[in-house]
């Protein structure tokens, strides 16, 4: 099956991607916010910076469902698998 | 605009693709070997969460170790070398074989930049007294540590934790400047990709858009946090 679709503009993701990491930065290194706050933010950008990649660099976005959910699995896996150590080790 | 406006189809497979999935068999395995890979670094990336928020101490802070600075410039190489790749990629699918090999002679370079910089970061950091197995004694940052600067319970899991995570990036990234340095010199350069065959550069664009990706969560994680 083909599918066509308009090509994501790839320049404008690295804007993106080069404004998030700097965003990153000036949070880490410049903003006086709690640490908690600071560790979601910084997590919530890395997240969203990944997304970008592999949504248009590694065109997922336009991939069928059947390709996206085996890139996808790997990942609630490796969440339990540190959600299960932490609780050995800490908890 | 019109470049980024212009339709393409590149979900149409180079190869015949297997039936159900539709991908051909290269990218599929590729897929498969990315899936893996997620794993892999998840071990690692979970094993330094579980040490660092089960550590008996204080976790030193990244800033007083690290050169940031220097590795906020190579991560936004790395970022800069996706970019090109992708665009190597997209100048194959419109049947430009010229301005694929300039995208991705840029990507090899900007990748072996990263490498060296990266080996660069650790002989500064060894110098300064940063080893895998903590801090050397007699060191720049041992004298950190007498002063209570640098934390001494946890210098030694940082440093174990932090060679391990950075080295097995620095690895896969060398591996893939190697893959595709090949790829250039007895594919791209001899004129074999085609608007109807460019399995190869999406192949090894998958792979290096995946070391990209691995070192945008790393960089936060070793970093910044």
Request: charged share 15%; aromatic share 14%; with cysteine.
């Given at each position: 099956?083909?599918?066509?679709?308009k090509?994501?503009?790839?320049?404008?993701?690295?804007?993106?991607?080069?404004v998030?990491?700097?965003?990153?930065?000036?949070?880490?290194?410049?903003?006086?916010?709690?640490?908690?706050?600071?560790?979601?933010?910084?997590?919530?950008?890395?997240?969203?910076?990944?997304?970008?990649?592999?949504?248009?660099?590694?065109?997922?976005?336009?991939?069928?469902?059947?390709?996206?959910?085996?890139?996808?699995?790997?990942?609630?896996?490796?969440?339990?698998?540190?959600?299960?150590g932490?609780?050995?080790?800490?908890? | 605009?019109?470049?980024?406006?212009?339709?393409?189809?590149?979900?149409?497979?180079?190869?015949?693709?297997?039936?159900?999935?539709?991908?051909?068999?290269?990218?599929?395995?590729?897929?498969?070997?990315?899936?893996?890979?997620?794993?892999?670094?998840?071990a690692?990336?979970?094993?330094?969460?579980?040490?660092?928020?089960?550590?008996?101490?204080?976790?030193?802070?990244?800033?007083?170790?690290?050169?940031?600075?220097?590795?906020?410039?190579?991560?936004?190489?790395?970022?800069?070398?996706?970019?090109?790749?992708?665009?190597?990629?997209?100048?194959?699918?419109?049947?430009?074989?010229?301005?694929?090999?300039?995208?991705?002679?840029?990507?090899?370079?900007?990748?072996?930049?990263?490498?060296?910089?990266?080996?660069?970061?650790?002989?500064?950091?060894?110098?300064?007294?940063?080893?895998?197995?903590?801090?050397?004694?007699?060191?720049?940052?041992?004298?950190?540590?007498a002063?209570?600067?640098?934390?001494?319970?946890?210098?030694?899991?940082?440093?174990?934790?932090?060679?391990?995570?950075t080295?097995?990036?620095?690895?896969?990234?060398?591996?893939?400047?190697?893959?595709?340095?090949?790829?250039?010199?007895?594919?791209a350069?001899?004129?074999?990709?085609?608007?109807?065959?460019?399995?190869?550069?999406?192949?090894?664009?998958?792979?290096?858009?995946?070391?990209?990706?691995?070192?945008?969560?790393?960089?936060?994680?070793?970093?910044?946090?």
């Amino acid at each position: 099956m083909e599918t066509a679709h308009k090509r994501p503009n790839y320049i404008l993701i690295w804007v993106y991607l080069a404004v998030l990491t700097a965003a990153e930065l000036a949070l880490a290194f410049k903003l006086p916010i709690s640490p908690n706050i600071k560790l979601l933010l910084l997590l919530f950008l890395a997240i969203w910076k990944a997304a970008l990649v592999g949504l248009f660099f590694m065109h997922l976005k336009f991939e069928r469902w059947n390709l996206r959910i085996m890139a996808i699995i790997p990942l609630p896996l490796a969440v339990i698998f540190i959600l299960a150590g932490m609780s050995e080790h800490i908890w | 605009m019109t470049h980024a406006a212009a339709t393409v189809d590149q979900m149409r497979p180079p190869y015949p693709a297997e039936r159900g999935l539709d991908v051909y068999n290269t990218k599929l395995g590729m897929w498969v070997f990315l899936a893996s890979e997620v794993m892999f670094f998840a071990a690692l990336i979970g094993t330094y969460i579980i040490l660092r928020f089960g550590a008996p101490g204080e976790w030193a802070k990244p800033g007083i170790v690290l050169n940031i600075k220097i590795t906020a410039f190579n991560t936004f190489l790395l970022i800069c070398s996706s970019v090109s790749m992708v665009k190597a990629y997209a100048a194959i699918q419109d049947g430009d074989p010229k301005k694929m090999r300039f995208w991705l002679l840029l990507t090899i370079l900007g990748g072996a930049t990263f490498v060296g910089i990266q080996v660069y970061e650790y002989i500064h950091l060894i110098e300064h007294g940063f080893v895998p197995s903590g801090v050397r004694e007699g060191s720049e940052l041992a004298e950190l540590v007498a002063k209570g600067q640098l934390p001494a319970a946890t210098m030694g899991l940082y440093g174990s934790t932090f060679f391990t995570m950075t080295g097995f990036h620095g690895f896969h990234v060398t591996c893939g400047v190697i893959s595709m340095t090949y790829l250039y010199l007895t594919k791209a350069l001899p004129g074999k990709y085609t608007k109807q065959s460019y399995g190869g550069i999406e192949t090894v664009g998958l792979y290096w858009h995946f070391v990209d990706l691995v070192w945008i969560i790393l960089f936060t994680i070793v970093y910044l946090i």
